[in-house]
């Protein structure tokens, strides 16, 4: 069973629409107790960070989560800023993440060689995948998907950057460690490629 955690952020009803029309069953999760069964979880996101590990804290979820993900080894994916609270912590704010991947989530204007850019990066982008993994099975390198943020998360390993895209710089924008999973860009706004991504994750 897919459980999209619903801690009160993200668009909770687009996964569930995607995996219908997948024909794969999907549910949500708004407590604790509703987690139970998970065979995959999906953690989305959006907003600031703090903002959403404030939410997911106060839901009562996390902890089950923590159990599930890091004890039980069932697979996760974060989404957007669902990707980013998998590091330790953001410098769009002061919250500890949930430090399930070793690294940090770091602003583009904190790094010197950034362009300049428009902020957020939003629209349409090539994702250059650096390991052929899962995730992207059938999914062509250099495939596009859509992007709606300012901060990206900056990993310790370089091991667990499963795909890069550039904007003013080249940013992870998919991570993997273990059974854990996240992708900056939104794959159910990605038309074909994102949906491949989300039926890749489903049948794992």
């Known amino acids: 069973m897919i459980t999209i955690v619903d801690y009160g952020l993200g668009n909770i009803r687009a996964f569930v629409n995607v995996y219908k029309r997948l024909n794969l069953e999907a549910r949500t999760a708004s407590k604790a107790e509703e987690l139970e069964g998970s065979s995959k979880l999906i953690l989305p996101g959006v907003g600031t960070f703090d903002h959403a590990m404030g939410r997911l804290n106060e839901s009562g979820m996390r902890e089950p989560l923590e159990d599930l993900v890091l ?14 609270m998998l590091a330790r912590s953001s410098e769009e704010g002061r919250s500890g993440g949930l430090g399930w991947i070793s690294g940090d ?31 992207f099975e059938k999914v062509d390198s250099g495939a596009r998907f859509y992007f709606l943020h300012s901060y990206f998360l900056d990993c310790d390993y370089p091991a667990d950057s499963l795909a890069v895209a550039e904007y003013g710089i080249e940013f992870s924008c998919a ?30």
């Open 71 to 84: 004890v039980q080894g069932i697979p996760v994916l974060g989404i957007c800023v669902g990707m980013q």
């Open 105 to 135: 989530v770091r602003s583009f204007r904190s790094r010197e060689a950034f362009s300049g850019l428009p902020l957020p990066h939003m629209g349409w982008n090539e994702v250059r995948q650096s390991v052929r993994g899962r995730l």
């Open 175 to 204: 991570v993997n460690k273990g059974n854990i999973f996240g992708v900056q860009f939104h794959p159910e706004k990605s038309h074909r490629a994102g949906t491949q991504v989300l039926r890749n994750f489903g049948e794992m």
